[in-house]
C-alpha cells in the first residue's frame, strides 16, 4: 500500500533556529503533498497544500515566510520551520495525495514532534 | 461550508462491550466521510471511508460505519471493543473526490477498561 515517512520523527531546537521536516513518498509519486498542524489533544489542521514543481498553498493565517515548503521531486517535501519559537512547538503530519480512478485518497506519515526551547 | 462534529471528546467502555462513537456531518453536497485512528505520537490511519457508494461501510480492525443522509450522521461502531483500540479518532469530511480539503473533527479519545 501506499506508504508515507516522516523524518525526523521528533526534534528539540533552540529559540531562533530553523529545522527542516521531510516527507516521503515511499512507493508511489505524489504530485501533491499536504503540511497539517497539531496541537495537543486537539484535531489536524490544514497548514498548507505542497505541489510538485509549483509554490506551495498555505491556509490562511499561516507565515508563509515562516514555514517554508519546497516540493523538489515527485516523493519529497519538505517542512522548514524558520526562527523557531517555543509557540511553534507543534506535531508536524504531512499527508501524500493517491489519484485513483473515481477518488483519491490522503495518506498520511506517522508525524513529527517539534519541541522549541 | 462543512463541517464535522464529534460528540464526546472522551468515550470510556469495557472490554467486550460495543464502541459506538458519534459523528454529525454538515454539508451542502454529498459528502465523502472518513475515521482515522491516532494512536500516540503516531500519524493518522485510515479505518473506513464512505464514498457513495453502501451506507454500511466496513473497516479495518472489526470497526463499521453507517451513512445516514437523514440523520447527517456518520457513527462509528464496533460489536466488542479490544483493549488495543484505546486511541483517539477522528472523523472527517470531504467535498470533493479530488481529496484535497479534508475537515477534521475535534476527535474522540476512546479508553478501554478491562
Known amino acids: 500500500g501506499a506508504v508515507v515517512s516522516q523524518h525526523p520523527s521528533w526534534v528539540i531546537c533552540k529559540s531562533g533556529t530553523s529545522v527542516k521536516i521531510e516527507c516521503r513518498s515511499l512507493?508511489?509519486?505524489?504530485?501533491?503533498m499536504f503540511w497539517y498542524r497539531q496541537f495537543p489533544k486537539q484535531s489536524l489542521m490544514l497548514m498548507a497544500t505542497s505541489n510538485e514543481g509549483s509554490k506551495a498553498t498555505y491556509e490562511q493565517g499561516v507565515e508563509k515566510d515562516k514555514f517554508l515548503i519546497n516540493h523538489a521531486s515527485l516523493t519529497l517535501s519538505t517542512l522548514t520551520v524558520t526562527s523557531a519559537h517555543p509557540e511553534d512547538s507543534s506535531f508536524y503530519i504531512c499527508?501524500?495525495?493517491?489519484?485513483?480512478?473515481?477518488?483519491?485518497?490522503?495518506?498520511f506519515g506517522p508525524g513529527t514532534r517539534l519541541t522549541v526551547l | 461550508a462543512q463541517s464535522v462534529t464529534q460528540l464526546g471528546s472522551h468515550v470510556s467502555v469495557s472490554e467486550g462491550a460495543l464502541v459506538l462513537l458519534r459523528c454529525n456531518y454538515s454539508?451542502?453536497?454529498?459528502?465523502?466521510l472518513f475515521w482515522y485512528v491516532q494512536y500516540p505520537n503516531q500519524g493518522l490511519q485510515l479505518l473506513l471511508k464512505?464514498?457513495?457508494?453502501?451506507?454500511l461501510v466496513k473497516g479495518i480492525n472489526g470497526f463499521e460505519a453507517e451513512f445516514k443522509k437523514s440523520e447527517t450522521s456518520f457513527h462509528l461502531t464496533k460489536p466488542s471493543a479490544h483493549m488495543s483500540d484505546a486511541a483517539e479518532y477522528f472523523c472527517a469530511v470531504s467535498l470533493e473526490s479530488s481529496a484535497s480539503k479534508i475537515i477534521f473533527g475535534s476527535g474522540t479519545r476512546l479508553s478501554i477498561r478491562p
Open positions: 464512505y464514498t457513495s457508494a453502501a451506507t
Open positions: 454539508s451542502s453536497v454529498p459528502p465523502y
Open positions: 499527508s501524500a495525495l493517491v489519484e485513483g480512478v473515481t477518488y483519491n485518497e490522503q495518506f
Open positions: 512507493d508511489f509519486q505524489a504530485t501533491t
